[in-house]
């Protein structure tokens, strides 16, 4: 066990106690209305300490080193009136390495951002003159470590680098908005951009003309695309996997483990070991090892997710997907989202559709009753299809739905995947169900 003072000190007062130690530094760089607005530099760092008495968490933080030595007693106190704990602290052992840490990060500086930013943002330009862009871009580096009193001793470095564009296009009443992004432990390269700037041409390209939304109540298609299809369908869907919701009773999922209830072309994976997924670590805020998670195998729902303390709370191992801020307990969440590509060309999939609607962007995800499912949000980017043809960008347009229906009707899955801002690699998947109606909500 490594020389830890404060853990050290944490152990002759509790039952068992966590010590969490971050630090980081970033050098973002930001773009305003075209112009290059502001660099910096930020530097973060602060400590956690979690610890058990009689039964009972306490948790409390500090960013302040001075100040360390006021946690223990912060924490007995707090812990008086805590939840009780349904777990122990893990033991020392093994994990996965992952290459997360991009040496030539280091030596990137600001003008080569500005560059970057400069370069990118005349490109588009180039393709639409009117066009007014905010963007940022930047890299960051950084070290966790986690003690704890069972023996645990676990740390380990990362890099980050980011880049986004939204720009937007005001025609009288009329706003066009586009996103685009990237994030990855690695800095961008050549390739990865033009990727990125043939995505906004090609958002630029089938938003040139204005059309009329379809109106179903989920009798024709609705095509999402990788970035819509996570927002979307991942939190609804998803909240029914949390250990959390199936510790507190309110899954809808909860007795269905081993059923089929999905399409079966669909299967999604939690994968914490993916190279440059944004989520991508050894061992998860408790010191858990992470490991890939089965969530749904061929339409299967295949098993959850939880930290320590929800684990325990429903009798189960924690699948090492525990994260946290500084001040908050560990909650369960994913890492990488990595959803199964199918056979289908994009092109086939539009050619083929006779009438319907592609979701690209959505404004306001999460206003229905995600707990079971159901998800309701405006189209902020979206496009109509009529006989094969994209005729043009929707505006006013709403859709609504259960994500638990809409991804048993599934009808395609595109043979190909794309980074979503390193959040998850996900294809673009048609699917039925999908009510759609003309308004805002």
């Not at 943002?121 to 470590?145: E, F, N, R, Y």
């Not at 001793?153 to 990237?182: C, H, P």
Request: proline share 4%.
């Amino acid at each position: 066990m490594t020389c830890e003072p404060l853990i050290k000190r944490a152990k002759a007062t509790f039952d068992e106690a966590e010590v969490y130690r971050f630090d980081s530094e970033s050098f973002p760089v930001h773009f305003e209305s075209n112009k290059l607005k502001a660099i910096s530099r930020k530097g973060t760092s602060g400590v956690a300490l979690r610890g058990v008495k009689d039964g009972r968490i306490g948790l409390s933080a500090s960013t302040d080193p001075s100040r360390e030595n006021e946690l223990i007693d912060r924490v007995l106190e707090i812990s008086k009136f805590g939840s009780t704990a349904s777990f122990n602290f893990p033991e020392d052992c093994n994990h996965t390495e992952v290459n997360i840490y991009d040496d030539q990060l280091l030596t990137t500086t600001s003008n080569d951002l500005i560059t970057i930013g400069e370069n990118f943002i005349d490109k588009v330009l180039q393709l639409s003159p009117q066009l007014v862009c905010d963007s940022g871009i930047g890299w960051s580096k950084g070290t966790k470590k986690i003690f704890n009193t069972t023996g645990l001793y676990k740390r380990y470095s990362y890099t980050q680098f980011y880049f986004y564009l939204a720009a937007k296009l005001i025609k009288e009443s009329d706003m066009l908005n586009i996103f685009v992004g990237y994030s990855s432990h690695t800095k961008a390269n050549k390739e990865d951009l033009i990727q990125i700037f043939n995505r906004f041409k090609r958002s630029l390209n089938w938003s040139s003309n204005v059309s009329s939304p379809p109106v179903s109540l989920g009798e024709i298609p609705v095509i999402f695309m990788p970035s819509g299809f996570l927002q979307t369908f991942m939190n609804p869907l998803l909240s029914g996997f949390d250990g959390k919701n199936l510790a507190n009773g309110s899954s809808p999922i909860s007795g269905d483990w081993g059923k089929k209830k999905l399409h079966e072309d669909l299967t999604i994976q939690d994968n914490p070991h993916l190279l440059n997924g944004r989520g991508t670590r050894p061992f998860d805020d408790e010191g858990v090892p992470t490991r890939m998670i089965n969530l749904v195998q061929n339409g299967i729902l295949v098993e959850p997710f939880y930290d320590l303390q929800t684990a325990g709370q429903t009798g189960n191992n924690s699948s090492g997907s525990a994260f946290r801020s500084l001040g908050s307990h560990p909650y369960p969440s994913t890492s990488n989202i990595d959803i199964a590509s199918g056979s289908a060309k994009v092109t086939e999939i539009i050619s083929n559709t006779k009438d319907g609607l592609i979701v690209e962007e959505l404004l306001g995800a999460g206003q229905g009753n995600e707990l079971s499912g159901d998800f309701k949000a405006n189209v902020s980017l979206g496009y109509r299809i009529q006989n094969g043809e994209i005729t043009g960008r929707v505006k006013d347009t709403v859709i609504s739905g259960n994500a638990y229906k809409c991804l048993s009707q599934i009808e395609c899955i595109s043979d190909d995947s794309e980074w979503v801002f390193g959040s998850g690699r996900v294809p673009t998947i048609s699917c039925t169900g999908v009510e759609i109606s003309a308004g805002q909500l």
